[in-house]
């Protein structure tokens, strides 16, 4: 899901980022029904405990960023959120064509994924583009500002896409994290098995102390490294002070 970070390191064209209207989040949306008929099998499979959902504002725009242990994240954040999350996906969720691909199209894309091109060399940019576009609807956007799942169950070093996006909207960044869904599905692949998984929110962050210096390197350096302590404190992971895609390609 995200800019500077997400289900993938990603990349799409400043076209692609229109291609996909925001849904809608009224009560006979299909954010709305997708929740009422998945949300309480997805309860009793994961019997996520939720903390901390107070510190999402109940309206305007909001960033949420957090740890990303394994694929199912992206199915459980939308699901504990009273508001719709959008986020950047793979387009890959959302092009097959059997019934498999065309379900998790429908799911992924209803709960609030913008399908997204992984190849190209402008995605960066057009990420940020998607994400201020959110942010500007006054909605909720979701990032993982790793960039990727972490190899190892360890917190990585966060990619400064969340700081530029804070400072550009002036939305403020509500830290969460997800703890215990690695163990459901080791490894990101397969049918995750039943369990417990816990969400925890933190108080949300503003930072409009930085404002007009969305392009200050220390400044994202520094904001991103902010979220990502407070990250590191409300999941209890150990901190790796290296990108996540540098380790896995080690």
């Known amino acids: 899901m995200c800019v500077g970070g997400g289900p993938a390191s990603i990349v799409l064209t400043c076209t692609d980022s229109h291609r996909y ?23 009793l499979m994961f019997r996520p405990r939720v903390e901390g959902a107070e510190h999402i504002p109940g309206n305007g725009p909001v960033i949420l960023a957090g740890n990303h242990l394994t694929f199912i994240d992206s199915m459980i954040l939308p699901l504990v959120c009273d508001r719709q999350v959008f ?12 019934l498999k691909g065309r379900l ?3 799911f992924f894309t209803g ?19 998607t994400g201020r576009r959110v942010l500007e609807d006054g909605r909720v956007f979701g990032i993982y500002p790793e960039g990727t799942r972490s190899p190892d169950g360890r917190l990585y070093r966060g990619r400064t896409g969340i700081a530029r996006l804070t400072l550009m909207t002036g939305a403020p960044v509500v830290p969460f994290a997800m703890i215990g869904t690695d163990k459901l599905q080791p490894g990101g692949a ?13 108080e949300a962050m ?30 209890g992971q150990e901190y790796v002070d290296m990108y996540a895609t540098k380790a896995k390609a080690a």
């Open 21 to 43: 209207p925001l849904a809608s989040e009224g009560p006979l949306s299909r954010f709305a029904l997708i929740k009422a008929v998945l949300g309480p099998v997805m309860r």
């Open 87 to 98: 986020f950047i996906g793979k387009d890959e969720y959302v092009t097959g064509k059997t």
């Open 104 to 106: 998790m199209a429908w």
């Open 190 to 202: 397969g049918m995750p098995r039943p369990g417990r998984v816990t969400v925890r929110f933190g």
């Open 206 to 235: 503003e930072f409009s102390r930085y404002e007009g210096m969305d392009r200050d390197r220390y400044v994202l350096r520094a904001v991103t490294d902010s979220v990502m302590a407070e990250v590191m404190r409300l999941s």
């Open 111 to 129: 709960v609030g994924m913008i399908p997204v091109d992984r190849d190209g060399g402008r995605g960066g940019v057009a990420a940020l583009m």
